[in-house]
Structures are given as C-alpha cells and as structure tokens.
C-alpha cells in the first residue's frame, strides 16, 4: 500500500523568506499526489495535484511542488511566505483514478514570524 | 456555489453511544469520502462511496458504517463509541469524470467522554 513521509514537524520561517517542505512517498506505480493546507480548525484546501506530466507543478496562493521519481519526491516550495501562510500542510498520495484509499502524510506545520 | 457542508460542527458522546454524522457535497459531486482524523496526525481513510455504492473502505472497525443517499448526501455512524473514536471527521466529495480530486468539508469534531 502506498505511503507518505513528511520528515519535518515543525518549520518556523520569516516573513518574505522561501519555503520547503518536504514529502517522500512510498508507491509502486505511477502516484497520484496532492498537497493540502489547514487552518486552526478547518477542513483541507487543495494547494495542488500532480498526476502526470510535467514534473513542476503551480498550485494557488503562490505555492509549487516538484516531482522527482528518482527521490520519491514532492516537495512543496514558496518564494516569499506571508504570515497568512501559517498552518499545517499535508502531503497525500492515492492509488489511482479512483482515489479511494488516499494516505496523508502526518502534517508539517508552519509558523511565520514577523 | 457551496462547498462540501457537514453536520453538527461539535458533537459530545459518553462512551458506548452511537453518533450519525450528515455530509452534503458540492453540488453535481456523485462520489463521497470520510476520513478521521486524530489530533496532531493526518486524516486516515475509512469510506468512500460513489452513486451509492461503497467504492472503498479503510481498516477500522465494523463499527464504523456508512451510507450515500439517492441525492448523493452520506452519513457517517459509529456505534458502540469509545475514548479513541475523539476525532475530527472529514467529509469529501469529488466531481464526476475527476474522482481523483477531493474537495473537503470544515469536518465535524466528535468529543467521546
């Protein structure tokens, strides 16, 4: 069954510096990869998704991610965070078109400091 | 349009009860899914449901149960609630021709006491 790391648990980053945070998946075939964030009591927003193709994906709010097959990568990045950025973010992998057994990787949260 | 809507916002159980949680998805979204998720820790697959069929289930007890309506709303049970069932319950739904993408609702927070 497919799987996720996200090695870091924390990440304190300032204001209008860039941002990695990383994911390492686990999955035989060809995954299906997403990046979430949360806000304090929220549901999960779609950032991004990569299925195919291009391996530099954009997403909204500024947000990109790389796939690299050779690392069993999707690291997600951003030139210059806002503090609005803060939150956790989770990365998924599903096995599939059908999607239905997606697994998040245990979340990274993010503090902004001014 | 409205997203992903889940019903109650808070609910508080004692132990051994039994709790229904409601999800309405995105208008036109035929397929639903339920996650639970642990504080501090990701959300964990435990339903999917797609024109009313179960599509996918993950490992958790034959406590959990779950159903989709002919309008494509989903309900969510747990019976027999223990202390570990605590959790934020998620609900997604996925449009058709993209059930690959789920869209999330603000989740239903489930306190067992």
């Known amino acids: 069954a497919q799987s996720v790391t996200q090695p870091d648990i924390h990440i304190t980053v300032s204001e209008g510096a860039s941002l990695e945070l990383r994911c390492n998946y686990s999955y035989g075939a060809t995954p299906y990869l997403f990046w979430y964030v949360q806000s304090p009591g929220q549901g999960l927003q779609l950032l991004l998704k990569?299925?195919?193709?291009?391996?530099l994906v954009q997403g909204i709010k500024g947000f990109e991610a790389e796939f690299k097959r050779s690392q069993s990568s999707f690291n997600l990045r951003k030139p210059s965070v806002h503090w609005s950025d803060a939150a956790e973010y989770f990365c998924?992998?599903?096995?599939?078109?059908?999607?239905?057994?997606?697994?998040f990787g245990a979340g990274t949260r993010l503090t902004v400091k001014p | 349009d409205a997203g992903v809507t889940q019903s109650p916002t808070h609910l508080i159980k004692t132990r051994g009860q039994h709790v229904t949680l409601r999800c309405s998805p995105i208008?036109?979204?035929?397929?639903v899914s339920w996650y639970q998720q642990v504080l501090g820790q990701g959300p964990q697959f435990i339903f999917q449901y797609y024109e009313k069929e179960e599509r996918g289930r993950g490992n958790f007890p034959d406590r959990f149960s779950a159903r989709q309506f002919p309008n494509y709303s989903s309900e969510l049970n747990v019976n027999a609630l223990l202390l570990g069932d605590s959790a934020l319950y998620l609900c997604a739904s996925s449009p058709p021709g993209s059930t690959d993408t789920q869209y999330f609702g603000p989740g239903t927070r489930l306190t067992v006491l």
């Open positions: 208008s036109g979204h035929k397929s």
């Open positions: 998924a992998v599903g096995a599939g078109i059908l999607n239905n057994d997606m697994r």
């Open positions: 990569y299925f195919s193709g291009d391996t």
